[in-house]
Nanobody, 121 residues
């Protein structure tokens, strides 16, 4: 059984900062890529940022220069530092991971339950 649990969301004023965390737990053998997605009301879920196991990162154009993704492999944790937040960043933010468990032969994709980020103008 694998769980991804996000934390750190909340309400912040425009220009402020938040740091999201996502901890993966369970019978995890190894985690490959980890990522953050977001979904605003009435919109499709979109990719925000990804990070490989060795730290190669990718960012959506809308967050480049403002958000930073990082991870701690020893803690099976991924972070998203969000600075200079804008009202359009308001969304539910989801953690995603490609991982193998001790009983799986292939990588499987898992999602967290999401954490709400609201940016007021």
């Amino acid at each position: 059984q694998v769980q991804l649990v996000e934390s750190g969301g909340g309400l912040v004023q425009a220009g402020g900062s938040l740091r999201l965390s996502c901890v993966a737990s369970g019978s995890i053998f190894i985690i490959n890529a980890m990522a953050w997605y977001r979904q605003a009301p009435g919109k499709q879920r979109e990719l925000v940022a990804t990070i490989t196991r060795i730290g190669i990162t990718y960012y959506a154009d809308s967050v480049k220069g403002r958000f930073t993704i990082s991870r701690d492999n020893t803690k099976n944790t991924v972070y998203l530092q969000m600075n200079s937040l804008r009202p359009e960043d308001t969304a539910v933010y989801y953690c995603n991971a490609d991982l193998r468990t001790y009983i799986s032969y292939t990588y499987e994709n898992y999602w967290g339950q999401g954490t709400q980020v609201t940016v007021s103008s």
